[in-house]
């Protein structure tokens, strides 16, 4: 669940800083107010492309840093758009890619909206969708795959030359070995080194002005200090009797000088440098470089060459090297691999008519009356390509979902699939997926929508009483403009307030009486369903 949102320098927003809580939030605020700007930065959150235009001019950076709650623990997400430099994205103070990120946050958060919905066309997700709704185990399927992999990777080991294939088991090993003495435990460990040598040498800094300071201020071998100086002055001021106060100063001021040399004397005594922990870690740092340049382009990757490597040694001492035994095994697996993908088929093509039936009555039910949607399984494997077609008039086509689908009809498609598969994200974003609705069908749009909001953490951009009204929590996103720059602010609206935002998404008067009176009335019958 997103638990807060703060969003610094981001385009019409100088600052902004949200909380959130469970079930149905919903944003209203006039057209250009900066809603959109709102939902931009929850996909800058989710590993979007950082556009710097959206920087505020006068800031350095645009940042936006998302909290989230899963399963009891805090996940910060934080993406930074300086002007200069590089953008940034952390999870919990830990760097990684925006691809990176992307698989991430694709765990916690989904948006939707007009130019969303990406993820409908990808057969992966058309086939993750299908075998949750059908609750389809793919785990055998996922086992059996592996065994085949994994032999036919031995049979290519093999080749045609067994030296040949002795010499590249042993440069496996060699490898695993080299990587394995390198006890990698974590893939920011370059990171955390960079900050530890950077304090040591900071403090090396330290004590050497320290030295410095104390020779001005206590003398040395190439001369008087401050204190020799402020000595001798005071000599001469002894001899005569009319100088007498300014002696007595004097004194005092001296021993001052003394207490403040004893203090930095202390203070640079306390500061600790390991001239043989710098060592280590440029050392380890050395090493560390020279493994992502042959393994990859960072850490992880080069974690994740030791573990194939792992793998690999232990399927080759598992399978052993006899290609006799190891095409007998192959054929076997092969024929598990063949009774796991036909089982898989025919589960997927039965729960395939009964997905498309569902997402369709919904459909029809948010003003969609003469829509079609089918899910077609491909014959080959196990029927891992999934597609999604869809026609939304009477009399067209049948024909891929991302060929025929508008942004609002992708969403509402996307809403539908929601309620009809469990499982998935725990907070969602619609941005005006109430494009082209009204009536009743704008009334069962919000329905739909606090449903959905019972098991799920829902945001709704939109410009629909009906939908507003079902709000848990009501957000007004308003824009101000000075003599220099425009402003947008959001804020929580009260019932009052509430009342009057509905009386304008009804009419365009918030004042109206008329409007009013039907505003209170759309928020009574929203109380009384929850």
């Known amino acids: 669940m997103l638990r807060s949102l703060e969003v610094t320098g981001l385009g019409v927003v100088e600052q902004a800083q949200l909380h959130f809580g469970p079930h149905l939030t919903v944003l209203t605020g006039e057209t250009g107010a900066g809603k959109t700007l709102l939902v931009e930065a929850l996909q800058l959150i989710c590993g979007g492309r950082a556009d710097l235009a959206l920087i505020r001019p006068g800031v350095d950076a645009a940042i936006v840093k998302a909290t989230f709650e899963e399963k009891g623990e805090m996940v910060t997400v934080e993406r930074v758009l300086p002007r200069e430099g590089r953008t940034r994205a952390l999870i919990n103070g830990r760097p990684l890619s925006a691809a990176e990120l992307r698989e991430e946050v694709a765990k916690l958060l989904e948006i939707h909206g ?10 992966a997700s058309a086939r993750d969708a299908l075998d949750r709704f059908g609750a389809i185990d793919v785990a055998s399927l996922t086992t059996a795959r592996s065994s085949v992999a994994q032999l036919r990777a031995a049979l290519d080991r093999l080749g045609g030359d067994a030296e040949a294939a002795r010499q590249a088991l042993e440069l496996q090993q060699y490898e695993f070995d080299q990587l394995s003495m390198a006890k990698l435990t974590n893939d920011h460990e370059l990171d955390d080194l960079a900050i530890e040598i950077e304090r040591l040498g900071e403090t090396e800094q330290l004590q050497a002005l320290i030295a410095r300071t104390l020779e001005l201020l206590a003398g040395g071998e190439d001369g008087l200090g401050a204190r020799d100086l402020l000595r001798q002055g005071l000599r001469e001021l002894e001899g005569a009797s009319a100088t007498l106060p300014l002696s007595v100063q004097g004194a005092e001021f001296f021993e001052g000088v003394n207490d403040f040399i004893d203090q ?54 598992r399978l052993g090297t006899d290609r006799e035994t190891l095409e007998r095994s192959l054929n076997e697996a092969l024929g598990v691999l063949e009774r796991e993908e036909e089982a898989v088929l025919t589960l997927r093509r039965e729960a395939a008519p009964h997905l498309g039936h569902v997402v369709e009555s919904t459909l029809r039910e948010l003003g969609m009356a003469h829509s079609q949607f089918l899910v077609a399984v491909d014959d080959e494997d196990a029927g891992d390509n999934v597609t999604f077609l869809f026609s939304a008039n009477p009399g067209m086509k049948v024909l891929e979902l991302s060929r025929v689908a508008s942004g609002g009809e992708l969403s509402r498609v996307m809403l539908a699939l929601h309620l009809a ?21 704008a009334t069962a749009l919000g329905a739909f929508l606090a449903r959905l909001a019972t098991s799920r953490q829902v945001f709704v951009v939109t410009h629909l009483a009906q939908v507003a009204a079902l709000g848990d929590v009501h957000l007004l996103v308003a824009k101000s403009t000075d003599a220099a720059l425009v402003n947008t602010t959001v804020r929580e609206l009260n019932t009052i307030a509430r009342e009057i935002e509905i009386a304008r998404l009804l009419s365009g008067s918030p004042d109206s009486p008329t409007a009013l009176a039907h505003a209170r009335e759309l928020l009574a019958r929203s109380s009384a369903r929850a």
């Open 264 to 317: 930095v004397r202390d203070f640079g005594t306390s500061l600790e440098v390991d001239p043989q922990r710098i060592d280590e870690i440029s050392t380890r740092i050395s090493l560390l470089k020279g493994l992502v340049r042959r393994y990859g382009t960072n850490l992880g990757e080069v974690i994740a060459a030791r573990d194939a490597l792992a793998e690999q040694l232990l399927a080759a001492e």
């Open 421 to 441: 598969v469990p499982n998935g994200p725990g907070s969602l974003v619609f941005d005006e997926i109430d494009t082209g609705v009204g009536g009743v069908a």
């Open 114 to 123: 007009q130019h969303e919905a990406q993820s409908l066309f990808e057969p």
